[in-house]
């Protein structure tokens, strides 16, 4: 103790000297808090299982998003499946068609003026939708390639042209086939044109006029013969009908019964010697039942029933009597 009965302090304090090391054992701590959390994320990392190869090769390799991609092209995949086989698949086409001639509708292009050249059995309604065009359609989106196409399938039409004009105008100009004869085959009767095409079933009371030609084949041989047939009048007024039989060869079916059965070659010259025969023996309206040309040295007559009697007593009638004690 000093003088003063009090205690004597040391030159040299140790309380600096305890400040100093906690300080410095703070900033020890704060560094290896800081060092750690550097270093965790890399740790953490490295304590998980790496994953499979060819996971690490897709993330590596495909580009950002693609499994939403993915996703989404097969969520419309699944979609299409289910309309083609729910039966709806012209409905959804036809669908997205409307819609699509909705917007070019709203925006101008809308078919406003129809003109249709050249037609004389078919109506201009069924000229439209054979092509397939209708108050929805839309000009903008109107394919003319298709619906000339369309318009062909018509067995009435031989040739047509589409042309689109413009905003809001379609032209067409068709060319039809003409109805050239009546054609029966099992039983059934149709409008032919003169290339054989079968224009329409036969409807009573339309087209009485025509020819009728009979059997397989006669459709598309039928404009030759009747051409031939019509130089030789007196023939052609009498005939009903002409048959094709195998394919081959003609035979006429008269209004009155008569059949006429024609040669396979030289035709006309058996029509030229039908035409002389009924203009100068009327043969035409004798009681017979045929005539066979089919062999070219003779014609063959076949008689009625009532005819081959009459004809058979004719010939009893002329017949001589034996005489008494005649061997």
């Given at each position: 103790?000093?003088?003063?009965?009090?205690?004597?302090?040391?030159?040299?304090?140790?309380?600096?000297?305890?400040?100093?090391?906690?300080a410095a054992s703070g900033v020890i701590v704060l560094l290896r808090e800081w060092w750690g959390a550097r270093r965790s994320p890399a740790t953490s990392r490295l304590g998980r299982d790496e994953p499979p190869r060819l996971i690490a090769l897709l993330q590596r390799y495909l580009p950002r998003r693609a499994g939403l991609t993915a996703t989404v092209l097969l969520l419309l995949c699944s979609a299409g499946l289910g309309i083609v086989k729910g039966g709806h698949l012209e409905q959804f086409i036809a669908g997205l068609s409307d819609a699509r001639n909705a917007l070019a509708n709203s925006a101008g292009f809308r078919i406003t003026t129809v003109a249709i050249n050249g037609r004389r059995e078919l109506s201009q309604d069924e000229v439209l939708a054979t092509g397939g065009v209708n108050g929805r359609s839309s000009l903008l989106f109107l394919d003319a390639a298709s619906v000339r196409d369309k318009l062909k399938a018509n067995p009435w039409?031989?040739?047509?042209?589409?042309?689109?004009?413009?905003?809001?105008?379609?032209r067409i100009d068709?060319?039809?086939?003409?109805?050239?004869?009546?054609?029966?085959?099992?039983?059934?009767?149709?409008?032919?044109?003169?290339?054989?095409?079968?224009?329409?079933?036969?409807?009573?009371?339309?087209?009485?006029?025509?020819?009728?030609?009979?059997?397989?084949?006669?459709?598309?041989?039928?404009?030759?013969?009747?051409?031939?047939?019509?130089?030789?009048?007196?023939v052609n007024s009498a005939t009903k009908a002409a048959v094709f039989v195998g394919e081959r060869r003609w035979n006429l079916?008269?209004?009155?019964?008569?059949?006429?059965?024609?040669?396979?070659?030289?035709?006309?010259?058996?029509?030229?010697?039908?035409?002389?025969?009924?203009?100068?023996?009327?043969?035409?309206?004798r009681d017979i039942v045929a005539v066979d040309m089919r062999l070219p040295d003779r014609l063959t007559v076949q008689l009625s029933e009532e005819a081959a009697k009459a004809r058979e007593e004719l010939f009893k009638e002329k017949k001589p009597k034996k005489k008494v004690g005649d061997a």
């Open positions: 103790m000093n003088g003063g009965g009090r205690l004597a302090r040391s030159q040299r304090s140790p309380r600096p000297q305890t400040d100093l090391k906690a039409i031989s040739e047509a042209t589409v042309l689109k004009l413009y905003p809001g105008q379609l068709i060319v039809e086939r003409t109805a050239f004869a009546l054609w029966q085959r099992d039983g059934r009767l149709s409008v032919i044109s003169d290339d054989g095409a079968v224009l329409e079933p036969y409807v009573p009371r339309r087209f009485l006029s025509l020819p009728l030609v009979v059997g397989k084949g006669a459709e598309t041989h039928a404009r030759d013969f009747l051409m031939l047939l019509a130089r030789y009048p007196r079916r008269l209004k009155d019964g008569l059949d006429i059965r024609l040669p396979e070659n030289e035709v006309g010259d058996a029509l030229a010697t039908l035409s002389t025969l009924d203009k100068e023996e009327r043969l035409f309206s």
